[in-house]
Nanobody, 115 residues
Framework: QVQLVEFGGGLVQPGGSLRLSCAAS????????MGWYRQAPGKERELVAIITNGGTTNYADSAKGRFTISRDNGKNTADLQMNSLKPEETAVYYC?????????WGQGTQVTVSS
């Protein structure tokens, strides 16, 4: 089992920046990669960015050029730096990790983009 805990959500003004961090614990040796998803009210959960153990990344088109995902394998963390945030990106952001046998979710952290 893998446990994921998110940190860093909150309120930010449009155009501002926020950094989310996710810490993994438990059977971390089984993790193949980590990432971030988000779910806005009334919408489905969607991919924001993922990163493999080897550092390969994949971003949603909406995140390219503004968001950066990074990984510290030694600390078992995955961070998401978000710049130029937009009001429509208000959502609960979930940390995600996958292994060969399945995947795991964090409890989510609220990000609100509003003036």
């Amino acid at each position: 089992q893998v446990q994921l805990v998110e940190f860093g959500g909150g309120l930010v003004q449009p155009g501002g920046s926020l950094r989310l961090s996710c810490a993994a614990s438990g059977s971390i040796f089984s993790i193949c990669g980590m990432g971030w998803y988000r779910q806005a009210p009334g919408k489905e959960r969607e991919l924001v960015a993922i990163i493999t153990n080897g550092g390969t990344t994949n971003y949603a088109d909406s995140a390219k050029g503004r968001f950066t995902i990074s990984r510290d394998n030694g600390k078992n963390t995955a961070d998401l730096q978000m710049n130029s945030l937009k009001p429509e990106e208000t959502a609960v952001y979930y940390c995600y990790a996958w292994e060969v046998k399945g995947h795991y979710w964090g409890q989510g952290t609220q990000v609100t983009v509003s003036s």
